[in-house]
């Protein structure tokens, strides 16, 4: 019942999200052709850039001349960030939602314990993450045919498709672990995002300098880096333990937490 009814209520918003992200994808794609030819001038151009944005972008590390390079640079680096704003914004409603609209008291009027409310509503969380992950997966296979003549690496391809699930999975874990504490859903909405724009900014700059290059650690997208994958052929295992950790420490906890929390009704 909660399943077919919180996927009722998402389904549009996840449409939305999945058009949209699939048509950046494919646009991005179809512009790599007219990119690659002319990349001795854009070299120059990128040569002119300072070091430290480069460093930021990863620039020297991925070539973007190559198909898989201009893939990791420009088109998963969106692809990962829409998709844990997506991410937040779903699971930061899932559960505060109820409370923060009044619809508790009839949800806990069904013959549904809390265990359940809160296992439907993450399993419809996943779902929807899934769904969005595949749309994005599959428009980037469309857009490698605008690419013909250049290789594409399937094998990196799938790697760097499992990391982006698992980064998006592991925001929508934080949010759904502050939606299970929190009332009110604008304040954990707003946490939420920044909670992702804060991790996304703490990976960008520990990349300008040694002195902050711990802040890595503590952001999410460092173990789903681009470049890191494309290098070493392979998803780190470490990060993918990390990413699965958090992931089901901060669901626990949601349990744990909401199964006590003094709910107002």
């Known amino acids: 019942m909660i399943i077919r009814r919180e996927w009722k209520r998402s389904r549009k918003s996840l449409l939305v999200w999945s058009l949209i992200l699939a048509g950046l994808i494919i646009w991005l794609l179809s512009i790599f052709p007219q990119f690659a030819e002319q990349q001795e001038s854009m070299d120059q151009l990128f040569a002119a850039y300072p070091d430290s944005m480069k460093d930021m972008f990863k620039m020297n590390e991925l070539s973007l001349g190559t198909l898989i390079g201009f893939y990791g640079v420009e088109v998963y680096m969106m692809t990962t960030l829409l998709g844990s704003i997506y991410a ?3 699971a930061s409603n899932m559960l505060a939602k109820e409370e923060s609209e009044k619809t508790i008291e009839f949800l ?3 013959p549904v314990s809390r265990t359940e409310i809160v296992a439907q509503k993450a399993a419809v969380v996943i779902l929807n993450l899934f769904i969005l992950n595949a749309a994005a997966a599959g428009a980037s296979l469309i857009g490698f045919q605008f690419a ?5 690496p399937y094998k990196i391809f799938a790697f760097l498709a499992i990391g982006a699930f698992l980064l998006h999975l592991t925001f929508a874990a934080l949010a759904y672990l502050l939606s299970a504490i929190m009332r009110k859903t604008r304040n954990t909405l707003a946490i939420s995002i920044a909670v992702v724009i804060i991790a996304y900014f703490f990976n960008m700059m ?5 002195k902050i290059e711990a802040l890595k650690y503590a ?6 880096d681009a470049a890191a994958i ?3 052929k392979q998803l780190d295992p470490l990060s993918v333990l990390v990413m699965l950790s958090v992931c089901s420490l901060c ?10 929390k003094d709910i107002s009704v």
């Open 88 to 90: 937040a914004i779903l």
């Open 108 to 110: 806990l009027a069904k």
């Open 148 to 152: 013909k003549g250049y290789d594409v």
């Open 206 to 210: 520990s990349n300008l300098s040694e």
């Open 219 to 224: 952001s999410p997208f460092y173990y789903a």
């Open 230 to 232: 494309v290098n070493e």
């Open 251 to 260: 669901f626990f906890a949601a349990f744990w937490v909401y199964k006590r």
